[in-house]
């Protein structure tokens, strides 16, 4: 069956950084587009980055770009989201989305699985 895990959260200064991995299995990842979507307490899901399926294209949320960066290794069948220059806004529930053709989407209804989410929580 089809399996998102996402890790690498934790508590990370303002300023710093963390990389998040989600390992992915049960489908041929080098056939489908991904995202990252966070999710901030008493907030709405926000899609923050997509990647298409081989790695060509990339897109990011305004609130994002020139910070984070979205990678894959089809070969390890994994999706990394690197995040840089860390602010308390991007305190959420991280998590990765498989989109359900080649390219990614920030329409949610383009997405067919996701996983469990990583916490990643920005503060001194």
């Known amino acids: 069956q089809v399996q998102l895990v996402e890790s690498g959260g934790g508590l990370a200064q303002p300023g710093g950084s963390l990389r998040l991995s989600c390992a992915t299995s049960g489908f041929t990842f080098s056939n489908y587009g991904m995202s990252w979507a966070r999710q901030a307490p008493g907030e709405g899901l926000e899609w923050v980055s997509g990647i298409n399926s081989d790695g060509s294209r990339t897109d990011y949320a305004d609130s994002v770009k020139g910070r984070f960066t979205i990678t894959r290794d089809n070969a390890r069948n994994t999706l990394y989201l690197q995040m840089n220059s860390l602010k308390p806004e991007d305190t959420a529930r991280y998590y990765c989305?498989?989109?359900?053709?080649?390219?990614?989407?920030?329409?949610?209804?383009?997405?067919?699985?996701w996983g469990q989410g990583t916490q990643v929580t920005v503060s001194s």
């Open positions: 989305r498989k989109a359900r053709g080649l390219d990614y989407s920030r329409n949610w209804s383009d997405y067919d699985y």
